[in-house]
């Protein structure tokens, strides 16, 4: 009797002993999988358009065009042109915010034009390019950057909603690239920089109209990088990440009491990005350096837009949530 007891023990002890160094264990391998909890994130580089990057002027001579280059990341692309040597044409609607980013370039040694235009109007992107010309004799860069956008749900959007969004991104995209890039066609040379969003192939719900759009430009990118890789232009597109500008914090209320909290949960590296910053991303995939990139798409959102897989189903202890 006595030894039936020490051996049923003897089986307890060893057998919690092991149930113990395997939960330790699993919890260790979970944890290594989890994704990292809410730590602080690295601070944003300070960035100030076109200041860094290998060759500060590698952009000497070159004649841009930068839509929507009033505001946010247009303007910082714009700037950014212009410190590293471009003569930039600023094109959007509103002729006060063009002509405060063309002074700030030409306070800074730059030259600059601002232009105002529709981009939904095939015949004003047809001015805007005989204007450049008449300015600047030719255009080797095209930034097609101007965007509209507002949150709601799809079943609440209208025709009109759709026809605004879709009518600037898509249709204002392919009328000024066709345009210009006629014109690219006849110089044998010249590039084409699309901005999308990450939402283009993940879909967004809430902007169906902008993801449908977007899409439509990645689409446009990668078939024009073929059909005009040949006439010497490069077509390529960048996804910027959720980016601090005025009509993006307006739309998105990043100054929510719990936006800063959503945010270290929805983006892996925890911050939100700088128009500043994520047009030197846009800058390096127009230079020289980036010769040999044609109908890429790329990526700059923190990480956002990858999926969390289904490790986090499990808490730290490999136990359900
Ligand atoms: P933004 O400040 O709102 O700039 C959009 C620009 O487009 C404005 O300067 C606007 O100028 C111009 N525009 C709008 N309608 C136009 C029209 N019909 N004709 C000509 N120009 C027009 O936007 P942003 O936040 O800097 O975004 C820049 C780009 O990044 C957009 O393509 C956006 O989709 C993309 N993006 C933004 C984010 C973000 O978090 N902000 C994230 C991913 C991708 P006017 O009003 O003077 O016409």
Redesign the pocket.
Known sequence: MNTWIILTAAVAVIGGLAGTLYLRKRAQIMAKYKRRPTVDPVPAPVVTPGTTGVATRDFEGKVAIV?????????CIALGLARRGAKVVV?????E??QTVADEITAAGGEAMPY?????NYNEVEALLAKTKEKFGRVDILV??????FYIPAENLTPNGWNAVV???LN?TWYCSHVVGNEMIKQRNGQILN?????AWSGQPGVVH?CSA?AGVLAMTRTLAVEWGGYGLRVNAF??????????SAN?KYDSPNAQEMIKKIIPVGR??S?EE?AETALFMMSPTAAYMNGEVLTA?GGAWLPRGWMDLVDKDGKPK
Not at 67 to 75: D, E, I, K, N
């Open positions: 839509t929507g280059g009033g505001t946010g990341l247009g303007r094109a959007s609607r509103k002729i915010n063009l105002a235009f529709d981009v939904r097609n950057n101007a965007a509209g956008n009518g600037i991104v204002g901005i999308v969003a990450n939402y902008s977007k996804a910027p990440g959720a980016m601090v500008t005025d009509n993006a998105l939100l990005t128009p994520m959102d």
